[in-house]
Nanobody, 113 residues
Framework: QVQLAESGGGLVQAGGSLRLSCTAPGSISAILFMGWYRQAPGKQRESVAT???????NYGDSVKGRFTISRDNAKNTLYLQMNSLKPEDTAVYYCAAPGIGSWGQGTQVTVSS
């Protein structure tokens, strides 16, 4: 397992932007698959975006065209750029490397209307 720590959450108005970061104390370059997940109150956790070691990405239908996932292996950091935020994007966002059972503690994103 790898310790993951998210940052960058907060309160933003609808239409605004936030960038989430996820850092690890060691190298993430060997991790095949990482992603961002979110869970809103009363709802199941859902996949927001994922990225492979080679940089192949996949997005949930609700965020396509608005969110961008990227990884900087040299900085041991995973990012999620979130643009055109909507109130329905409000949730706790988790960084994860699910294949090795690593999850961060989560960061709250709240979008006001």
């Amino acid at each position: 397992q790898v310790q993951l720590a998210e940052s960058g959450g907060g309160l933003v108005q609808a239409g605004g932007s936030l960038r989430l970061s996820c850092t690890a104390p060691g190298s993430i370059s060997a991790i095949l698959f990482m992603g961002w997940y979110r869970q809103a109150p009363g709802k199941q956790r859902e996949s927001v975006a994922t990225i492979s070691k080679k940089g192949f990405t996949n997005y949930g239908d609700s965020v396509k065209g608005r969110f961008t996932i990227s990884r900087d292996n040299a900085k041991n950091t995973l990012y999620l750029q979130m643009n055109s935020l909507k109130p329905e994007d409000t949730a706790v966002y988790y960084c994860a490397a699910p294949g090795i059972g690593s999850w961060g503690q989560g960061t709250q994103v709240t979008v006001s209307s």
